[in-house]
């Protein structure tokens, strides 16, 4: 693992494969490097691939105060930056690490040249805002563990943990995270407002729903796929955070479309 300090945080990452087309990929709320250790070596053969923790997840530096998706996107673009990647990147991104590419893509086009966005977590129904800005101050106060546990079902369906150890870990990784970094991220979810970005992006964009997905099911996700000009809609069989549950259908369905797309 490698460390860098960006924008005012400490970053993790990892880099694995050979550029230099280089795939960035972004994990989940609640995720980390980890996210995508059986998919990166998968798509790692023919280009370089960039993972990293993002701010306030696993080993990188912890939020205090609020956050907004522009500190993420800066954070990405600085990480590019520093460590010297100047041509176009892929990005493929899971829930808000797919609401961080779509961000970043219509923010920076001409570093885009391709995204995959893995049930994008844009935001929050406004008839929702209210539960949620008193979920994030619940985590604070009781941390992660009750929430996890009562979600588990809507997160990691039963029918996807053939893999018991793979469910293990992700449902620990979810566990040990900071309580004060993750409401912080709830609260920017609350207060998210994308519908301007969908109709930016200019670049190949494949939008995955998941089948069994009850957090983000099928049908939300295709308004935002019906959205961004030209992006194509899929649904496959998994669940929510889908690059934990079934990474060899999510490396599947990524190396299929960067091949489409020449990348």
Known sequence: MNWADVNGA?????LSGAGPPTLVLLHEMGGMVESWDAVAPM???KRCVLRYDARGAGLSEKIRGSITIDDFTDDLFGLLRILGVTE???????????GVA??????????????VA???????APE??????????RIEREGLRPRVDEGISRTYPVQLRKDMRRFNDFRCRQIGNDPTSYAAMYRMLANLEMEADFARIEC???VLAGLLDQTRPPATVLQVARSIPGARFEVIETGHSMANLTPELVAARIAGFLAEIGF
């Open 88 to 98: 176009p990147v892929a990005l493929a991104g899971c829930a808000v690490g797919a």
């Open 10 to 14: 400490t970053l993790r990452y990892e």
């Open 43 to 45: 798509l790692a053969a």
């Open 204 to 206: 190949p964009t494949l």
């Open 118 to 124: 893995m049930a994008p977590a844009t935001g929050i």
């Open 102 to 115: 779509i961000h970043f893509a219509a923010r920076f086009p001409d570093r885009v040249a391709g995204l």
């Open 128 to 137: 929702r805002r209210a539960a949620t800005m008193a979920l994030a101050d």
